[in-house]
C-alpha cells in the first residue's frame, strides 16, 4: 500500500451530516453483505487453482490482503504474484484456470450464479442511514470495484437510491485505475459537484480505504466486517464502525 501523506486539515472531524455535501459508499460489505458470496466464489476458484498446482489451499486471509476491495483482475494478479504463480494475462473469452482473465471470468461466473439464487439484501443498519441521508437530502454516490455493482443494486431494491455509480465498468469505460488509486472515488465526487473535502466516504477494504485517504476526502468512515480496525486505520480511516447505523446523527 503506497505511504500515506499527511492529512489536510478539514471541517469534517464527526458525523455532522448539515456539514456534508455528498457521501459515498462502497457496495460489498458496506451496503450489502455480498463480500460473502465474493469470498465463496473466490475461495472456490483458488483451492481448484492451488489444487491443480499442488501448492498449499488458499487461506481467508488472502482475501483481505489481495483481492478485497481491488478490481477483479487486479485481485488475480495480486494474489498470484504473492504465491510466485506467473501466468499469462489471457484473452476475454477465457474461462479456465490457466490465464489471469481465465481466473477472474471463472469466479465472476460462480458469483452470478449464486446471486442470481439467492438474491441480495442490504444491512439493516446500511439501509437505516441511507434512509436518514436522503431525509436529510444529502446526495448519495456509489464507488464499487466490481463488474456487478449495478445487477447486486438492482437485486436488492437499491438502484434508484445512488444519484452517481462509478463502477468496474465505468472505471474500464474511461481508463480510470482501480482502489487503492483515489480516480474512482474522485470521479463520483465531481460527477456530484463536490469538492473531495466536503464529502464522506464508506469503506470497508484497507485498498478502498486508502484511495478515500489518498483523494483527501473530508470524511473516511471504515466499516468493520474482517479487515480489523487497526489496518483500517493504518490505512486512513478516521474512525471505525461495526455498523453503519453507528453514523446515523
Do not use: C
Not at 477465457?94 to 471470468?105: A, E, F, Q
Request: net charge negative; charged share 25%; aromatic share 6%.
Amino acid at each position: 500500500m503506497p505511504t500515506a501523506e499527511p492529512r489536510p486539515q478539514h471541517p469534517l472531524t464527526a458525523p455532522a451530516w448539515t456539514d456534508v455535501d455528498v457521501v459515498l459508499f462502497d457496495l460489498d460489505g458496506v451496503i450489502t453483505p455480498t463480500v460473502e458470496l465474493h469470498r465463496r466464489a473466490w475461495a472456490e476458484t483458488f483451492d481448484e487453482l492451488f489444487a491443480g498446482l499442488g501448492l498449499p489451499p488458499y487461506r481467508e486471509e488472502e482475501y483481505f490482503a489481495s483481492l478485497d476491495g481491488r478490481s477483479r483482475f487486479a485481485g488475480v494478479r495480486s494474489l498470484l504474484e504473492s504465491r510466485g504463480v506467473p501466468l499469462p494475462e489471457g484473452a476475454a473469452d477465457d474461462h479456465g484456470l490457466t490465464s489471469v482473465i481465465g481466473i477472474g471470468n471463472r469466479k465472476n461466473a460462480a458469483f452470478t450464479r449464486v446471486l442470481s439464487r439467492d438474491g441480495i439484501a442490504p444491512y439493516p443498519g446500511s439501509l437505516r442511514l441511507l434512509d436518514r441521508l436522503a431525509e436529510l437530502g444529502v446526495p448519495l454516490g456509489l464507488v464499487s470495484s466490481s463488474r456487478n455493482a449495478v445487477p447486486v443494486l438492482r437485486a436488492a431494491g437499491l438502484e434508484e437510491r445512488f444519484a452517481v455509480v462509478v463502477d468496474g465498468v465505468t472505471a474500464e469505460r474511461e481508463g480510470l485505475p482501480g482502489k487503492p488509486a483515489p480516480d474512482t472515488f474522485l470521479r463520483a465526487a465531481a460527477a456530484l459537484g463536490s469538492p473531495p473535502a466536503r464529502a464522506a466516504v464508506f469503506e470497508d477494504a484497507e485498498s478502498g480505504t486508502a484511495a478515500a485517504r489518498a483523494g483527501g476526502f473530508g470524511l473516511v468512515v471504515g466499516v468493520d466486517r474482517g479487515a480489523g480496525r487497526a489496518a483500517l486505520i493504518a490505512a486512513g480511516a478516521d474512525t471505525v464502525v461495526d455498523d453503519l447505523e453507528e453514523m446515523l446523527p
